[in-house]
């Protein structure tokens, strides 16, 4: 799925394929771990709160977009297709994405949509965020929370926390990929610019 997009006036778009959720490890590379976690919008959105009516539209309801690469940018002043991570995933749901061994991963930040109406109006919600987690040489996969961004009633980001539920992925991971599978705990820290 490719998202065409542009800067302009609160408004980001990526032009880069978002990488895919993990649906077997059959598919991981053995220089690739699979990072876990899950990301919530406190309160969550609902329908009304979405206008999505292009083609496509409906993969961006209830869902957000994580900047992520192999060093820390600044999501509002980097366009986003510098990034070299780029992943779409569920509100609310765990996300199981594939991710390069052996080096720290930085979570520059991410968005959601509320109207996605192209050409004639789009209004994403870009959250910036300075976060980190060292991916190992040697780990197959890495829990790293749940992401929980607290917004207003105008969708500005109060807060982001860092929690863990460790338990609840894990019991995800190994009903998805077997009760043989271990998940690392390595809960993101905040960055350098924090």
């Known amino acids: 799925m490719w998202l065409a997009v542009a800067l302009a006036a609160g408004c980001a778009l990526m032009s880069t394929a978002p990488e895919q959720q993990v649906e077997s490890l059959m598919n991981v590379a053995p220089d690739k771990a699979v990072l876990v976690g899950r990301i919530e919008l406190q309160p969550p959105l609902r329908e009304k709160e979405q206008i999505l009516k292009a083609p496509q539209a409906g993969e961006y309801r209830n869902s957000f977009i994580l900047?992520?690469?192999d060093r820390p940018r600044n999501l509002k002043a980097q366009p986003p297709d510098s990034f070299n991570g780029t992943f779409l995933t569920d509100l609310d749901r765990e996300f199981f994405i594939k991710v390069d061994k052996g080096r720290t991963l930085y979570i520059s930040g991410g968005m959601f949509y509320s109207v996605y109406n192209p050409p004639f109006q789009i209004e994403s919600h870009v959250v910036s965020m300075d976060y980190q987690v060292?991916?190992?040489?040697?780990d197959a996969a890495v829990y790293i929370g749940t992401i929980q961004l607290?917004?207003?009633e105008q969708n500005n980001i109060t807060s982001v926390l860092i929690r863990d539920d460790f338990q609840w992925a894990d019991d995800k991971?190994?009903?998805?990929?077997?009760?043989?599978?271990?998940?690392r705990k390595a809960l993101l820290v905040p960055g350098a610019e924090q």
């Open 67 to 69: 900047y992520a690469g």
């Open 134 to 138: 060292e991916i190992l040489p040697g």
């Open 173 to 183: 991971y190994k009903a998805r990929f077997g009760t043989h599978r271990t998940l």
């Open 150 to 152: 607290v917004r207003d």
